[in-house]
């Protein structure tokens, strides 16, 4: 298979998870890096040795020296330079969420379908061992029918780190897209996308939500309890109840620990390390994509992740959370 040569667009935090995780695969390496910066450019590509560095995104755009690229600005901008490198001919791994809105993420798909290039929102907890096992044991039926489940993914932002663009409305801030995204994407995969209601309350800073609590009402009677935020910590993990037992995850969203319990008393216990840091199966199936032809992911599809934000779209409003894009 050939190698994907990749292009970073954005080397903040998040980018060095991707650079330290793309050293195990063997189908991918990284040549490029592009920041607005030179200097943030240079200082990241000497840090991981990579040969081409880039001031301005256009510029890697327009460059030979990439088959495609992980986009990890702010929120705000996965949009507009997804589309940008793939009216480039280049193929787009852009850190979730996908973009802020349902509609940045169709006008994405309609780059994607339109130049023939592949695009993947970087929802990399669906591909962990963690994840598949989960799935497999939900899909058994050893559980019974699924009627509830509980995800928390919550965190809080030190107080030197308040000036973070996830507390900025102009970048598509608040714990939803941040950390909630996780959360809903944990709750589709095991209770589906058959909803009957959503309710949610949130409690604001700087007009973006800080603390969010989500109920879902599916069709099949399931509810699911989730939660996320950016300056409030909670106890994580998840939980998954069917009418003949439970599964406890140390992680809802990607867990490495999953136990389960049946009513009669039986238990089982699984450890699912991640390969490394967690980002190397995701890359190991864009490799696999690309290599194959394929513009959409068979797995993380585009109608996924269109849902999550059309999703996420009704979450906002429920809760005043508006961003400069929605009016757009």
Known sequence: MKKIRFGIVGPGNI???FANAIK??????????????????????????????????????????????????????????????????????????????AREVQEMIDASVKNKVFLMEGMWARFVPGTLKMLEIANSGVLGELKGAEGKFCYSFDEDEMDHHALKVENGGGSLLDVGCYCLYFSSWYLGNEIERISAEAEKFNGVDSHLCTLIKYKSGAIADLSSAVLLRKNGGGFLYGTKGYAQLDR?????????????????????????????????????????????????????????????????????????????
């Open 15 to 17: 980018a060095h998870r």
């Open 252 to 328: 809802c969203y990607a867990p490495q620990n999953i136990k389960i319990k049946i009513y009669d008393g039986e238990e089982s216990e699984y450890s699912l390390p991640y390969m490394g840091n967690g980002f190397e199966e995701q890359i190991i199936h864009t490799c696999e994509c690309i290599n194959n032809g394929l513009t959409e992911s068979p797995v993380n599809t585009f109608e996924q992740s269109l849902f999550i934000a059309k999703q996420m779209d009704e979450i906002r409003k429920m809760t005043g959370i508006i961003y400069p894009q929605d009016s757009e």
């Open 24 to 101: 195990n695969v063997p189908n991918a390496e990284l040549t490029a890096v592009a920041s607005r910066s030179i200097d943030n450019a240079n200082k990241f590509a000497d840090e991981f040795n990579i040969p081409y560095r880039f001031e301005g995104y256009e510029n890697m755009a327009k460059s030979d020296v990439i088959d495609a690229v992980y986009v990890s600005v702010p929120h705000s901008g996965h949009a507009e330079y997804s589309i940008m490198f793939m009216n480039y001919g280049k193929h787009v791994l852009s850190e979730k969420p996908l973009a802020v809105n």
